[in-house]
């Protein structure tokens, strides 16, 4: 019964690459984001959708794509890794779109390691 | 833009004893405040929050914030740590704005290493 779950936990590939990660939450939330964890632990929002509408979308390299099924699913989809997208990619949830400081809730990260 | 500093990377600090978290943003408009935290190998868990009205905030966990506009700083205190809560703590602010939606702009974060 996991709020915000992800898969894989742990991904190890390639530099070259194309790879994705998984996003569900069972929470009926409509918005949904993508974070990036680096090494030295910062934390910087990647995208966000809400009802499958993206409504966030920070510089980020046009390799990353994220993609929006469902209201409750939120997928990233990474073209030709390079060695810096190593990091932990945390999806999150939250209720509403925005304007009232609604609590997100987090996944447990997907640790990508890129050789 | 909004940007949040977290004075202390680590702070080293014994079971029993009182702890406190120094955060300070800056912003050209309204913001709501948060604090969360990271134990290892996990998500982010919402400790607390500050909308508005009393400027002290009660979380969970025995943890407290206090919101000082003039100093734009919203520290996080907890009177006595136990050893469970070693875990890295991040300060996060939200522009008061529903076309900023609802991101969340991070400190570099705090670790807090509870000792026996």
């Known amino acids: 019964d996991t709020a915000v779950s992800q898969t894989p936990k742990y991904l190890v590939t390639q530099m070259g690459n194309d790879k994705s990660i998984k996003c569900e939450q069972n929470l009926g939330h409509d918005t949904m984001y993508w974070y990036k964890q680096d090494s030295k632990k910062f934390l910087k929002i990647m995208f966000s959708?809400?009802?499958?509408?993206?409504?966030i979308n920070e510089t980020v390299p046009n390799r990353f794509s994220p993609k929006s099924p469902d209201k409750a699913h939120l997928n990233l989809h990474i073209n030709s890794l390079e060695l810096g997208d190593s990091a932990v990619y945390f999806c999150?949830?939250?209720?509403?779109?925005?304007?009232?400081?609604?609590?997100?809730?987090f996944g447990p990260g997907t640790r990508l390691l890129v050789l | 833009a909004q940007s949040v500093t977290q004075l202390d990377s680590q702070v080293p600090v014994f079971e029993e004893a009182p702890v406190e978290l120094r955060c300070n943003y800056s912003s050209s408009v309204s913001v709501y405040l948060f604090w969360y935290v990271q134990y290892p190998n996990q998500g982010l868990q919402l400790l607390l929050k500050?909308?508005?009205?009393?400027?002290l905030v009660k979380g969970i966990n025995g943890f407290e914030a206090e919101f000082n506009k003039s100093q734009t700083s919203f520290h996080l205190r907890k009177p006595s740590v136990h050893i469970s809560d070693t875990a890295e703590y991040f300060c996060?602010?939200?522009?008061?704005?529903?076309?900023?939606?609802?991101?969340?702009?991070f400190g570099g974060g705090t670790r807090v290493l509870v000792k026996p």
């Open positions: 959708y809400n009802n499958k509408e993206l409504i």
């Open positions: 999150a949830s939250s209720q509403g779109r925005g304007g009232h400081a609604e609590t997100q809730y």
């Open positions: 500050y909308l508005s009205g009393s400027t």
């Open positions: 996060a602010v939200i522009a008061r704005s529903k076309a900023a939606g609802n991101k969340l702009t």
